[in-house]
């Protein structure tokens, strides 16, 4: 139950010293007790991947690649991969970089046309939205965030108007 869930987090069966992690596509749907101050400490914002994201994971699959890495970048430009998306298409290719970039544009081609397929209207919905909010709960600590430039300036209010506590994460 929800009531369950709240007393889970910080209520009486709430057990100390421990990092929980909450994801959603829909971060304003949540309710605001579940996500109030001192309950949530830190929100990020985790958008889709930028091109210097690409690359740079185009180069932890495949290093010493650059080439290989900038050429990826470029074909996958504007594309609005996530890094979930990028990590699971690298994963048929662990060590064939040349068939990796050799494979992406039909790849990029087929994700296209899965996205504008009338039979699937879920997945059009899924796209207009495909932000995702991590979420640490109380007493949490993260040791590294990773966000966008743009998002810093949010990701640090955020992290001042929550506890005292929540400052040092």
């Not at 987090?9 to 749907?29: C, P, S």
């Not at 996500?35 to 949530?40: K, L």
């Not at 470029?74 to 990796?100: I, R």
């Not at 966000?147 to 810093?152: K, S, V």
């Amino acid at each position: 139950s929800f009531s369950g869930l709240l007393n889970a987090l910080d209520g009486v069966v709430a057990t100390e010293e421990r990092i929980v992690f909450m994801t959603t596509n829909h971060f304003r749907r949540l309710p605001r007790a579940l996500i109030r101050p001192g309950r949530v400490d830190l929100n990020i914002f985790v958008g889709l991947a930028t091109p210097i994201q690409l690359k740079r994971m185009f180069l932890r699959f495949f290093p010493e690649q650059e080439a290989l890495a900038d050429q990826f970048q470029v074909l996958c430009a504007d594309e609005g991969l996530s890094m979930a998306e990028l990590q699971g298409f690298f994963m048929f290719f662990k060590d064939q970089p040349e068939a990796c970039v050799a494979n992406v544009g039909p790849w990029l081609e087929a994700r296209r046309q899965a996205v504008e397929d009338p039979e699937r209207p879920e997945q059009r919905k899924q796209q207009e939205q495909p932000q995702q909010e991590v979420s640490l709960a109380e007493g949490a600590t993260a040791s590294e965030t990773i966000a966008p430039t743009q998002d810093a300036e949010q990701i640090t209010s955020n992290a001042e108007s929550a506890s005292p506590s929540s400052a040092a994460a």
